[in-house]
């Protein structure tokens, strides 16, 4: 047996057949991979048609338990199931391109890969983050492999027993970046393929019992320490540790951030989010670190660091809203003026420039909540530009916004 394939059920009813049929229809040997379900005490119909599947199908088998309330117990139970030299997990309202295990399993076998992350693409044929799929990569750049970290990837079984590699149970938020950022670490060879459209992500909004719960911010942030402090203890190479702690912290411990989400979260869940990725900052990414972020997740870790709560909601309640921030210039510089900044001084958040409290926004019509990087630009090419060219600090300050494009992104 080359593969198992092991998919978590609960409660997908309305999609488990087209996975299941995607799944049945791969272009492998019938005698070469098996279909592992593992029932998580689902509520719906999904386990009837499990179990119908594995009446008609004898590549199909399912196991049936209590609801563990998350996915990383199912996942166990499969892989401990499993009979194939390899495993690859997948979501039971995803599915898989008809080529894909054949292809993943000949590439692991022709070069040995431990872990193989296939190309990603959304229902409706978009790629996912297109920096990973850029070529097929016999070794990829941990770079890039640790900007998907969710658990759709072939492993092989051997090197999972050997490392006692298994997904932490219980209800821990991003168990699956945890499993697969201690793979990427310690495997012998990681391998991307991007020469097929290997695994389709179905997006909508009732994806089972994890999506429905609110995410507690003290419990997803400590997740991601756990997934930096890997990287710490695995990564011999000091300068891809960092990269790969940036990236963590940009994408993980950032994203709460953003317009179209702080500012609409309750007062009291706004200051918890705000002290957890504070401590979060402070304990596992040093400062100095904040050079390699983009300009707008700079400024935001610059107030998260501050403890800023306000001005957070401020900044996030402008890109939702359309509006415009003051910029003066300085004799060092330029200010960012922020409504809702403390008084306790601006905030540097690069030479030649920081943040200053301000008076309240104006709408501008262009900075909508569904572009805010073309806000950004249109406000850094309208109001900063003329005023950084008044300064030699302020024409270093756009210079390296300018080479904000940075391999640590």
Known sequence: MKVS???????????????LDSLLAQDMPSGEFEIVAVDDGSTDGSGRILDDYADRHGRVRVLHQENSGWPG???????????????????????????????????????????????????DGRPYDGSVWRANAVDADLRLAILT??????????????????????????????????????????????????????????????????????????????????????????????????????????RWFEPGRFARFPADVRSQWVAAAAALAEEHVPVRLDVHLPLMHRIRSTLVRAGETEALRTLSAAQDAGASLEVTGVTD??????????GQGPLQVLPGLRLAPGDPIR???????????????????????????????????WAWAGRRVDPLR
């Open 5 to 19: 394939v092991i998919v978590p059920v609960f409660n997908t009813e309305p999609y488990l057949v087209e996975c």
């Open 73 to 123: 117990r199912p996942r166990n139970v499969g892989i401990e199931a499993a009979k194939g030299e390899y495993v690859f997990f997948a979501d039971s309202d995803d599915r898989l391109g008809p080529e894909a295990l054949r292809r993943m399993v000949e590439f692991a076998d022709a070069h040995g890969s431990d872990v193989v992350v296939p190309r990603h693409m959304h229902f």
């Open 149 to 254: 970290v969710g658990p759709w990837k072939l492993f092989r079984r051997d090197f999972l027993d050997r490392r006692g590699l298994r997904f932490p149970e219980g209800k821990i938020r991003l168990e699956d970046g945890i499993f697969v950022t201690e793979a990427y670490l310690t495997a012998r060879r990681v391998s991307v393929l991007t020469d097929s459209d290997y695994y389709y992500k179905r997006e909508q909004p009732d994806r089972g019992n994890i999506s429905k719960t609110a995410v507690e911010p003290w419990g997803y942030t400590a997740s991601v320490a756990r997934m930096m402090m890997l990287i710490r203890t695995h990564c011999a190479d000091a300068t891809l540790a960092d990269a790969m702690v940036t990236i963590l912290y940009r994408r993980k411990g950032l």
């Open 333 to 342: 510089g330029l200010d960012v003026r922020i409504p809702g900044l403390t």
């Open 363 to 397: 709408a501008r019509r262009h900075w909508t909540a569904t572009a805010p990087g073309r806000a950004v630009r249109s406000l850094a090419r309208e109001r900063i530009l003329p005023l950084a060219l008044r300064t030699g600090a302020g024409r270093r300050a």
